[in-house]
């Protein structure tokens, strides 16, 4: 079995330490961190909800997946892009209020943050006012991240973006969003600046607003 399906098999069966074995011998081997990250542990998180949706596993089994898959990018996160120090900027990144997915958006500001942004990461399930609060105690902030895993929390999303706007925060910062159930067409129809459908992508997006 080769190392990438060893691993891609410890994150489904949630093994955390195996998986965290696993990829330090992978990178010893000299395999590419993105292809750990993507062949590996995304693929493995995408089966994990295909059985989640045929009721062959139930949220505990998610969640230890989710743990041990968070055990894994912990390893590689020092291989997944060199930092280029602060200068592009802040970028302040959350998932939105009622969402408590958080592995995709740890693995946006790590990439984000590897383009030479200073990240802050205020966390899952945040509320227009704790983000409002949030962008104003750090005028330096010039990019905002909105992440959604879930359709019932889409319009939560759109409720971030207006309370931005309303705030007139606009003018200070461009949002960015995504997230599996995101798509171009809602971000144009919420008004945001930019969306992302990966975490590479995330970080090309935010290198190109730093420029606009
Ligand atoms: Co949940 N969950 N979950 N879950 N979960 C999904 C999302 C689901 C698709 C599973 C399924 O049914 N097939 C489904 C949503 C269905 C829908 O809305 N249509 C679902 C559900 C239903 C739920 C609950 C409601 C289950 C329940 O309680 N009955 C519940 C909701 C909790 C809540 O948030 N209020 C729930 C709970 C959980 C756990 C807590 C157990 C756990 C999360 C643990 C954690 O994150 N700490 C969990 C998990 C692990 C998943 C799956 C299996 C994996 C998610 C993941 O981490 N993927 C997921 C199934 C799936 O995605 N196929 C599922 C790997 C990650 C790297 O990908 O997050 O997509 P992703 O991020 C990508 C891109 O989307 C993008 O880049 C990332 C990296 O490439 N991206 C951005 C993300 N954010 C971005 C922001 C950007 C740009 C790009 O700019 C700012």
Request: charged share 25%.
């Given at each position: 079995?080769?190392?990438i399906?060893?691993?891609?098999?410890?994150?489904?069966?949630?093994?955390?330490?195996?998986?965290?074995?696993?990829?330090?011998?992978?990178?010893?081997?000299?395999?590419?961190?993105?292809?750990?990250?993507?062949?590996?542990?995304?693929?493995?998180?995408?089966?994990?909800?295909?059985?989640f949706?045929?009721?062959?596993?139930?949220?505990?089994?998610?969640?230890?997946a989710?743990?041990?898959?968070?055990?894994g990018?912990?390893?590689?996160?020092?291989?997944?892009?060199?930092n280029?120090?602060?200068?592009?900027?802040?970028?302040?990144?959350?998932s939105?209020?009622?969402?408590?997915?958080?592995i995709?958006?740890?693995?946006?500001a790590?990439?984000?943050?590897?383009?030479?942004?200073?990240?802050?990461?205020?966390?899952?399930?945040?509320?227009?006012?704790?983000?409002?609060?949030?962008?104003?105690?750090?005028?330096?902030?010039?990019?905002?991240?909105?992440?959604?895993?879930?359709?019932?929390?889409?319009?939560?999303?759109?409720?971030?973006?207006?309370?931005?706007?309303?705030?007139?925060?606009?003018?200070?910062?461009?949002?960015?969003v995504?997230?599996?159930?995101?798509?171009?067409?809602?971000?144009d129809?919420?008004?945001?600046?930019?969306?992302?459908?990966?975490?590479?992508?995330?970080?090309a997006?935010?290198?190109?607003?730093?420029?606009?």
């Amino acid at each position: 079995m080769s190392k990438i399906l060893e691993i891609s098999n410890a994150v489904e069966a949630g093994k955390k330490k195996v998986v965290v074995q696993l990829v330090k011998e992978a990178l010893e081997e000299g395999l590419s961190p993105m292809d750990i990250l993507n062949e590996g542990m995304i693929k493995a998180m995408g089966n994990v909800g295909e059985k989640f949706k045929l009721n062959e596993i139930y949220v505990p089994e998610m969640l230890v997946a989710a743990r041990a898959m968070k055990a894994g990018v912990e390893v590689l996160k020092p291989h997944l892009g060199e930092n280029k120090g602060a200068s592009l900027g802040k970028f302040i990144i959350c998932s939105v209020e009622g969402d408590l997915h958080d592995i995709g958006k740890n693995l946006v500001a790590m990439m984000v943050e590897s383009t030479g942004y200073e990240v802050l990461d205020i966390g899952v399930d945040v509320s227009a006012e704790k983000l409002i609060a949030a962008i104003k105690e750090n005028p330096d902030c010039n990019l905002v991240g909105l992440s959604s895993l879930l359709t019932t929390t889409m319009p939560a999303m759109k409720k971030l973006v207006a309370a931005i706007k309303e705030a007139g925060l606009d003018q200070q910062v461009k949002i960015m969003v995504g997230g599996a159930p995101i798509t171009q067409e809602f971000a144009d129809s919420i008004g945001a600046d930019a969306f992302a459908a990966d975490a590479a992508s995330a970080a090309a997006k935010a290198k190109e607003l730093a420029a606009r």
